[in-house]
């Protein structure tokens, strides 16, 4: 570990005490809401740092996988501490928001780093995983579009919801886990990348990715806890909250560690960094957070608002053609960067 990044961890672990102080010391709401955001910024640089690191010995597919389900973890934590505040709007919210967050701006962003990188300015990946997240992203979609109709229409069965979400969570589930095995089984093995050195032994690489993840966790309770009054202070809708403020907030780990994989010149591992972290929301942590809610006191269904299931339709669509090629350009990072500003800004007036 260089001497810059030694300075930085000590700067993340000092924004993370902070962040700890504000929240049981009773600070104001707008602080606490604040230094919770740059913590979970700082702890994403951790999870950052120890995924390239593991990138440079086991390759981007496994990297990736490993890395969106760590980075995952703020996001469920954020959504279940939500459901157990009895904020569903929030809750749903932050969901589609993560995935639109990282489908469309996130991975706008890393494939505008990409392209200015690369040297006749086209991002180059391989096209399996985003088809593969296309088609799992579209499967989440089916469920939702299906129960929005029939609530829509108001037949027998938008009686019951709870028991399609429910029936529909674990069919998910499955293919989800057909597909990751299947997905890791192809790639194992396959190179890492080899351009540069590792500068940390691989168990302490994984130690930063997991003391990163856990450390969101705690973080991303003491983000909820100030997240309403910063609301109410702030005057901003609930559905903005959780589209754009908690989801950018809470995928920290994909937005730092996907731009700077890419600006490096990883394209694979940037990629399979952000398409494995909506694959991942989309067909497992929805499907898993519509199961726990069972225990809370608040359910959690994959009934949507029906601009929600438009934009995760339209989502699921523009990605697939954007980046099933194998290929993007800055207009197509600058095409999903600014479809994603138009969904924020329907959200605003939510």
Do not use: C
Request: zero cysteines.
């Amino acid at each position: 570990m260089t001497k810059r990044e030694r300075y930085a961890l000590g700067g993340v672990v000092f924004a993370t005490v902070a962040a700890g102080v504000a929240h049981y010391g009773g600070a104001g709401h707008v602080l606490a809401f604040a230094l919770a955001t740059i913590a979970l910024a700082g702890l994403a640089w951790i999870v950052s740092l120890g995924t390239e690191q593991v990138g440079l010995r086991i390759g981007p597919a496994v990297t990736g996988f490993l890395h969106s389900t760590l980075g995952n973890l703020p996001e469920f934590f954020v959504v279940l501490f939500a459901l157990r505040a009895r904020e569903l709007t929030v809750a749903q919210s932050a969901i589609v928001g993560s995935i639109l967050a990282n489908a469309l701006f996130v991975l706008g962003l890393v494939i505008v780093a990409g392209v200015i990188r690369a040297p006749d300015r086209l991002m180059r990946f391989s096209a399996r995983l985003p088809n593969d997240t296309a088609t799992l992203l579209l499967l989440a979609t089916f469920i939702i579009v299906l129960i929005g109709l029939t609530i829509a229409t108001h037949d027998a069965a938008s009686h019951h919801t709870t028991a399609i979400s429910v029936i529909g969570a674990i069919a998910i589930l499955i293919v989800y886990g057909i597909w990751a095995i299947q997905y890791l089984r192809a790639e194992q093995g396959g190179p890492g990348q080899q351009s540069e050195q590792a500068r940390l032994s691989a168990p302490a690489a994984i130690i930063l990715l997991a003391a990163g993840a856990g450390g969101s966790a705690f973080v991303s309770e003491w983000f909820v806890d100030a997240l309403q009054p910063t609301i109410e202070t702030l005057h901003i809708s609930q559905a903005f909250a959780g589209l754009v403020i908690v989801s950018i907030a809470g995928n920290a780990v994909e937005n730092v560690t996907g731009i700077a994989m890419a600006y490096r010149g990883h394209s694979d591992l940037a990629i399979a960094v952000v398409k494995n972290s909506v694959a991942q929301i989309a067909a497992f942590l929805y499907p898993v957070l519509v199961l726990v809610s069972l225990l809370t006191v608040t359910t959690l269904t994959f009934a949507l608002a029906p601009v929600y299931i438009g934009a995760l339709f339209g989502t699921a669509v523009i990605v697939w053609q954007i980046t099933g090629d194998g290929e993007a350009t800055a207009f197509e990072g600058a095409a999903l960067i600014a479809t994603f500003v138009i969904l924020a800004t329907v959200a605003a007036y939510e």
